[in-house]
């Protein structure tokens, strides 16, 4: 069972609207990943935190996306807002020492945009 | 940019038999290859790991076998069980913290018994 928790499992939006999902990693993991993995199960990776820091995140999420992982409270990921191409289960992971090694991950939020 | 290659896209294998999975890679500094697997409306989960150090890793049914001069890895699954029915995903990264694994686009095995 994963010691990742995403919440919601499941969101449904209309295109334009706000999206927000949130993730707690495994008790004692400082470094957190944010995935999108699409209906072809494609990987898309998005950011990651050592603890509230960011240590790498691509272009898009420096426009509709923002996230955060502030201490003593969930870390989420928010779409400003949202579009079709959106639709997609965000996948959340953790890490006691960055990619290197095991990755655990949540269950995913499928965010479907209508 | 695809960096990290998987083929075949599915394949179905009888039980007992053995399963050969593909990867290739772009990026020469990669150094670090993990499987991940993942059954359906599971979250992918590591099953295999290995580092260029080695040219084989070995845990149960399941071994790596790596070739570094042509960026080539193959993940074999011996004695295949229909437990083993799940999407695996190859992955590498170049290591340190801020690195973000990057995944191919897995193969989804199905073994019939």
């Known amino acids: 069972n994963s010691k990742v928790i995403q919440t919601p499992r499941y969101l449904v939006k209309g295109q334009g609207q706000k999206a927000k999902m949130r993730c707690i990693p495994e008790?004692?993991?400082?470094?957190v990943f944010w995935y999108q993995q699409n209906k072809n199960n494609e990987f898309k990776f998005l950011i990651n935190?050592?603890?509230?820091?960011?240590?790498?995140q691509i272009d898009m999420t420096e426009k509709r996306f923002s996230a955060e992982c502030p201490s003593n409270s969930p870390c989420s990921l928010e779409i400003q807002s949202s579009e079709a191409g959106d639709s997609a289960l965000y996948l959340c992971?953790?890490?006691?020492?960055?990619?290197?090694?095991?990755?655990?991950f949540g269950h995913g939020t499928k965010l479907s945009v209508l | 940019q695809q960096q990290v290659r998987q083929s075949p896209q599915s394949l179905t294998v009888w039980e007992g038999e053995t399963a050969i999975l593909n990867c290739s890679y772009e990026?020469?500094?990669?150094?670090?290859f993990p499987w991940y697997w993942q059954f359906p409306r599971e979250s992918p989960a590591l099953l295999i790991a290995?580092?260029?150090?080695?040219n084989k890793k070995e845990d149960g049914r399941f071994t790596i076998f790596f070739n570094k001069r042509e960026k080539k890895l193959s993940l074999h699954i011996t004695d295949s069980q229909p437990g083993d029915s799940a999407t695996y995903f190859c992955?590498?990264?170049?290591?340190?913290?801020?690195?973000?694994?990057?995944f191919g686009e897995g193969t989804q095995v199905t073994v019939i018994s």
């Open positions: 992971a953790s890490s006691l020492q960055g990619t290197n090694e095991r990755l655990f």
């Open positions: 008790k004692g993991h400082p470094v």
């Open positions: 935190f050592q603890n509230q820091e960011v240590l790498q």
């Open positions: 990026d020469s500094t990669f150094d670090y």
């Open positions: 290995i580092r260029p150090v080695s």
């Open positions: 992955a590498a990264n170049t290591g340190g913290l801020s690195g973000k694994l990057t």
